[in-house]
């Protein structure tokens, strides 16, 4: 299948952690990336992870990986007026395109 | 400089009307797409492009006609425009046709009266 899952909203404050979480059904994906839109823009790549790894950190960014259950998060640290954004998971396949999820809006209030 | 540009960025057209989007990538990449990001925000691919030729044409009414006149450049051309046409178009290009690492135009958002 090639559904990817994400809840649709996540609001948090400027500060805190936020945690965006992303399920895929896929368990041949090679990598798995998020994207970040932020109004009347296109996508922009944030980070990713290989397939083989659990973790990786970025700077404020925390990609964890659990390939048992199939599922991804995105944790970001110390949440920024600026991070208020639509946020997407992908996988990819061992083909040639990426399947997005159905994004996260992230809100950041003061 | 912009690394994928895509024009017009806004256009308003009337049902049964024939339009283009233009794109153009300036990366040096191999492969290019136009994907369809609906109202809900879901990003659906269309179409990919490596060097000219196409590799990937999702189930997409043949209305959508994609022409790569070099690997630069990957435009789109609707003919008979309809109302469920209506939605935000992203040009992106990436290094090969493998699909890693996109990267995106701005979009063009299409309204169809």
């Known amino acids: 299948g090639e559904d990817v899952e994400q809840s649709l909203f996540l609001s948090v404050r400027e500060g805190d952690s936020s945690v965006i979480n992303c399920t895929y059904t896929?368990?041949?994906?090679?990598?798995l990336y998020w994207y970040k839109q932020e109004p009347g823009a296109g996508l922009q790549l944030l980070t990713y992870i290989f397939s083989n790894m659990d973790m990786k950190q970025d700077q404020r960014l925390t990609v964890l990986l659990n390939k048992k259950d199939k599922h991804l998060s995105l944790r970001i640290a110390d949440t920024q007026t600026g991070d208020s954004a639509i946020y997407f998971c992908?996988?990819?396949?061992?083909?040639?395109?990426?399947?997005f999820g159905t994004g996260t809006r992230l809100q950041v209030f003061p | 400089d912009t690394a994928v540009s895509q024009t017009p960025k806004y256009l308003v057209t009337q049902m049964g009307n024939d339009k283009s989007i233009k794109c153009e990538q300036n990366l040096g990449h191999d492969t290019m797409y136009w994907y369809k990001q609906d109202s809900k925000k879901f990003l659906k691919i269309m179409f990919s492009y490596n060097n000219k030729e196409l590799i990937i044409n999702e189930t997409v009414p043949n209305r959508f006609s994609p022409k790569s006149p070099d690997k630069a450049h990957l435009n789109l051309h609707i003919n008979s425009l309809e109302l469920g046409d209506s939605a935000v178009y992203f040009c992106?290009?990436?290094?090969?046709?493998?699909?890693?690492?996109?990267?995106f135009g701005s979009g063009t958002q299409l309204s169809v009266l």
């Open positions: 992908a996988e990819s396949l061992n083909t040639d395109k990426l399947i």
């Open positions: 896929d368990s041949s994906s090679t990598y």
């Open positions: 992106a290009s990436s290094q090969d046709y493998r699909g890693q690492k996109l990267f």
